[in-house]
């Protein structure tokens, strides 16, 4: 069984550009999560969909991030303009919703770096 | 107060030997706990869902103490590969999918 595909794995670029995240769940999860991880810190929940529905967003910075799930399947994050704060691990976690322990799987990650 | 508190460490053990880590929690309602285990620029990848009544999975074993609001990992017979970080999060009440993470045990296994 695949697991959660990301990509890139690895973006550089200047502060103000625009910068965007693709995540692909494990299939038949229908819980998707997007997660940042600065150096030497846990990962931090920026968004949680149910389906389509983002139904935990409350860490997600909206005046410059947005994202969507538009089918319910794969999701895009996108930052515009990045800041040099944003540079980090940006990772895309699935899960399948009623499961007893809401078990989350992580993919490998963007490393993103704000110049 | 971080929600989820863990000893950054290193852990500095020798091959063989047992160590244990402990991860505390501020909510006492929290509900759901994990191990991850997290390689050097790789994801968190996860090693034991923590049960009430505390699970092994061959050199691993976890409990649950509500208690004292903390979660242990106990890792026997170290290995080499066994160095790591070591991640654990916790699922708080009202929230049934999100998880707190702490910011990671780093253990190093000697030859």
């Known amino acids: 069984e695949a697991g959660v595909v990301q990509s890139p794995r690895y973006k550089i670029i200047e502060k103000k550009q625009p910068v965007a995240f693709w995540c692909n769940p494990i299939?038949?999860?229908?819980?998707l999560y997007w997660y940042r991880q600065n150096l030497g810190q846990g990962p931090e929940l920026l968004i949680r969909?149910?389906?389509?529905?983002?139904?935990?967003d409350s860490q997600l910075p909206k005046d410059r991030f947005s994202a969507e799930r538009l089918k319910g399947v794969d999701s895009t994050l996108k930052i515009q303009p990045a800041e040099l704060g944003d540079s980090a691990v940006y990772l895309c976690?699935?899960?399948?919703?009623?499961?007893?322990?809401?078990?989350?799987?992580f993919g490998p990650g963007t490393r993103l770096t704000v110049l | 107060r971080k929600e989820v508190e863990q000893d950054p460490g290193p852990f500095n053990v020798p091959e063989g030997a047992t160590v244990a880590f402990n991860c505390t929690y501020s909510?006492?309602?929290?509900?759901?706990f994990f191990w991850y285990r997290q390689d050097c620029r790789k994801e968190p990848k996860l090693l034991m869902s923590?049960?009430?009544s505390g699970n092994e999975d061959g050199r691993f074993t976890a409990q649950l103490n509500r208690a004292s609001q903390y979660i242990s990992l106990l890792i026997r017979d170290s290995k080499l590969s066994d160095s790591a970080t070591y991640l654990c999060?916790?699922?708080?009440?009202?929230?049934?999918?999100?998880?707190?993470f702490g910011s990671g045990t780093r253990l190093l296994v000697r030859p």
């Open positions: 976690a699935s899960s399948y919703q009623g499961q007893q322990y809401n078990e989350q799987f």
């Open positions: 299939s038949g999860h229908n819980t």
């Open positions: 969909y149910e389906n389509e529905e983002a139904v935990d």
């Open positions: 909510n006492s309602a929290s509900q759901s």
């Open positions: 923590v049960y009430s």
């Open positions: 999060a916790v699922n708080p009440q009202g929230s049934s999918y999100k998880l707190i």
